[in-house]
């Protein structure tokens, strides 16, 4: 308690877009196939089923930070994009909203899933949601596991239900590498599968690290908590001329704002702002004057809720 822990949770979103769109090429051309057979050493030059992507329908289930960012993509592919998502989203590009899943999925040439972890999105798509897309469509998962009945797609895939489908992210996946998996949908035909790495990419990877560093840099100046996944989120502003600021982490518990007010009234405060998290309060005010005691320090420090407490 008391050490905030920044995170980057949309810095990779980018690079989830972009195998997103390379997995609707490679399922058009069959690519994933004919890469197999020839590493077998066979050659079999056949184009039965193949197709441009272009004017092609995309529809994305989840039109969030990587949805979005994926039918922007989308269209420089000259796809037509269609979403849904459960919130009310503002469309980018010539993307359209549909009013429900069932549109999306009856519409749509490929169907790629960007959804949370939420437990409402487990199993989204199941044997009845795959029973209304094209029997030309193709399913793609780069998101959350969870989201795909897994042995419903493979009965679907096995039955021609649909032509393909291409999944990141799986249930149950391993943690680690050089690890044995097993999946109903392993040896099926048309079928791309790869270990969750959407989102590892050395652009994506030195991205999250430029922005946490910065993060870091701006909490240790400013006291921002901007970022934070353990930690109320206060964006700090620069500390002017002529005042001293003070950040004060404590429990959050009734009367603790009351009595951190009490000592800070003995100054003159020109700005005060207070979040929580949790049972985490944090309070940032900046004091109008160069010199402030270590006595306000020891105040704080004393009283029976405070965490921690730095004057910058």
């Known amino acids: 308690m008391g050490i905030p822990v920044f995170t980057s949770p949309f810095q990779h979103q980018g690079s989830v877009a972009e195998i997103t769109i390379s997995f609707i090429v490679l399922l058009a051309r069959q690519i994933g196939d004919r890469s197999r057979e020839i590493h077998a050493g066979e050659w079999n030059k056949i184009s039965s089923g193949c197709t441009e992507v272009r004017g092609k329908t995309l529809g994305i289930v989840g039109y969030g930070q990587v949805g979005s960012q994926l039918g922007v993509m989308a269209e420089a592919l000259s796809l037509e994009v269609q979403f849904y998502d459960t919130n009310s989203v503002m469309p980018m590009g010539r993307a359209k909203a549909r009013k429900t899943l069932d549109e999306v999925l009856a519409e749509s040439d490929y169907v790629a899933i960007n959804v949370s972890n939420a437990p409402e999105n487990v199993k989204i798509i199941g044997k009845r949601e795959l029973g209304l897309m094209k029997k030309t469509a193709y399913l793609i998962n780069a998101s959350y596991g969870e989201a795909v009945d897994i042995d419903a797609l493979a009965e679907a895939l096995k039955s021609g239900q649909i032509r393909g489908a291409a999944l990141d ?30 989102d590892i990419t050395t652009e994506g990877d030195m991205r999250v690290g430029t922005e946490v560093a910065n993060a870091v ?18 964006s700090a502003w620069p500390l002017k001329q002529g005042t001293r600021r003070i950040v004060n982490v404590h429990r959050n518990v009734r009367g603790v704002l ?40 020891s105040q704080l420090a004393l009283l029976a809720h405070t965490v921690k407490t730095r004057i910058l």
Do not use: C, R, W
Not at 217 to 231: D, Q
């Open 169 to 198: 992210s799986f249930p149950d996946q391993p943690h680690g590498n050089k690890t044995e998996f097993k999946t109903p949908l392993m040896g099926l035909k048309n079928v791309l599968m790869t270990p969750n790495i959407g």
């Open 258 to 297: 009351q009595e951190i007010d009490y000592i800070l009234s003995s100054y003159n405060v020109g700005k005060q702002i207070l979040d929580t998290k949790d049972n985490l309060g944090y309070i940032i005010a900046d004091i109008a004057t160069e010199e402030v005691t270590t006595e306000i320090v």
């Open 217 to 234: 840099v701006n909490n240790i100046k400013l006291g921002s908590t901007v970022g934070t996944a353990n930690f109320p989120s206060i």
